[in-house]
Structures are given as C-alpha cells and as structure tokens.
C-alpha cells in the first residue's frame, strides 16, 4: 500500500568491475536528496497519524468504534516506531 521508498529498497550501487571492494564499500548505497527527503517525510506522517490516533483513542474511543479497527488494532498502530509501515487499519 505505501509506494514510498525505504532505505531498504533503494537500488544498491556496484562497484566497477577489476576493483578491489572492502566490506565498507559495500554496504555503503548513495541516495538522492529527494529520497532522503520522502522517507522523512514519510516518518512525520506516520508520527502524526499515530499521534492523532492516540488522541482520539483517549479523548473518544467511540470514534475508533466507528471507524472500523478494533482496539487491540489500535493499540498496536499506536505502539509502532516511526520506521515501521503501517498495516491498513
């Protein structure tokens, strides 16, 4: 569901062919201003949907009700680090 890149899956860079590669070199990977950019991105939204969710969970958990997710399902949205994807609620 979310097409934004991850560190994870950006493509990895080889090095040229009859060079000696360290350890180092290889797990090194070169990414673009505008990648780094979306993943950060990326991070504040899922830090707002989360918050924004814990609010609503505490002021009106009826509204979570409503929505559909169960509590233990929101629960565990809220309870997720910043990195981690999203499981559709």
Request: net charge positive; no cysteine.
């Given at each position: 569901?979310?097409?934004?890149?991850?560190?994870?899956?950006?493509?990895?860079?080889?090095?040229?062919?009859?060079?000696h590669v360290?350890?180092?070199?290889?797990?090194?990977?070169?990414?673009?201003?505008?990648?780094?950019?979306?993943?950060?991105?990326?991070?504040?939204?899922?830090?707002?949907?989360?918050?924004?969710?814990?609010?609503?969970?505490?002021?009106?958990p009826h509204?979570?009700?409503?929505?559909?997710?169960?509590?233990?399902?929101?629960?565990?949205?809220?309870?997720?680090?910043?990195?981690?994807v999203s499981?559709?609620?």
């Amino acid at each position: 569901m979310n097409t934004t890149p991850t560190l994870a899956s950006a493509p990895h860079q080889a090095a040229p062919p009859r060079t000696h590669v360290t350890p180092a070199d290889v797990s090194r990977r070169h990414y673009s201003l505008a990648t780094l950019r979306s993943i950060v991105a990326t991070w504040r939204w899922r830090t707002r949907f989360r918050g924004d969710l814990e609010q609503r969970l505490k002021g009106d958990p009826h509204l979570i009700d409503d929505i559909g997710p169960t509590r233990p399902q929101v629960e565990a949205e809220i309870a997720k680090p910043f990195w981690q994807v999203s499981n559709p609620l």
